[in-house]
T-cell receptor, first 109, second 113 residues
């Protein structure tokens, strides 16, 4: 199994600011995904970045991947109150993904 | 919307009872995984099924069992419920050719008293 570990555990910012969350993992991967979970709901897939990619964009999301450091970051630009949620990374590659505790993002209006 | 549904949405049971939770995946999704999420924690992997066979299991005792059916539905059964089984239970499905991208249902919140 492979577990992603998110950092920080919690993040509080003002609306309009950028939010950056980090993920570290321990073994080789095929890709890494980021998910969002609104309070008490199911997880929503945000973005997938493959091991041969270094950066990927989707709307206000920017994900980077550094396989040499076994780390990834998720940047949310111009945050909105609706971005308030928990964010999880999921490193994958032929094994069962174990989710970490996530980063709790709170965006203040 | 992910196209994955779960029932019931909420459930209250007492210690020692048995419970069955249900999940309906998207048509064509051959893989289904179940997760347990305690309050404030990340989802913990229980097990995965592929074409009706268990295809991997997390660190959960045998009283957690599952079934997957040909019509893309699945069940999670928990026997001899304990207070610590109180959690949000999530199912996630994936088509085999995108097995690493999972589509989650909204979850069933189980409370054991």
């Amino acid at each position: 199994s492979q577990q992603g570990e998110e950092d920080p555990q919690a993040l509080s910012i003002q609306e309009g600011e950028n939010a950056t969350m980090n993920c570290s993992y321990k073994t080789s991967i095929n890709n890494l995904q980021w998910y969002r979970q609104n309070s008490g709901r199911g997880l929503v897939h945000l973005i997938l970045i493959r091991s041969n990619e270094r950066e990927k964009h989707s709307g206000r999301l920017r994900v980077t991947l550094d396989t040499s450091k076994k780390s990834s970051s998720l940047l949310i630009t111009a945050s909105r109150a609706a971005d308030t949620a928990s964010y999880f990374c999921a490193p994958t590659g032929g094994f069962k993904t174990i989710f970490g505790a996530g980063t709790r993002l709170f965006v203040k209006a | 919307e992910t196209g994955v549904t779960q029932s019931p949405t909420h459930l209250i049971k007492t210690r020692g009872q048995q419970v069955t939770l249900r999940c309906s995946s998207q048509s064509g999704h051959n893989t289904v995984s179940w997760y347990q999420q305690a309050l404030g924690q990340g989802p913990q992997f229980i097990f995965q099924y592929y074409r009706e066979e268990e295809n991997g299991r997390g660190n959960f005792p045998p009283r957690f069992s599952g079934l997957q059916f040909p019509n893309y539905s699945s069940e999670l059964n928990v026997n001899a419920l304990e207070l610590d089984d109180s959690a949000l239970y999530l199912c996630a499905s994936a088509p085999w050719d995108e097995e690493e991208t999972q589509y989650f249902g909204p979850g069933t919140r189980l409370l054991v008293l």
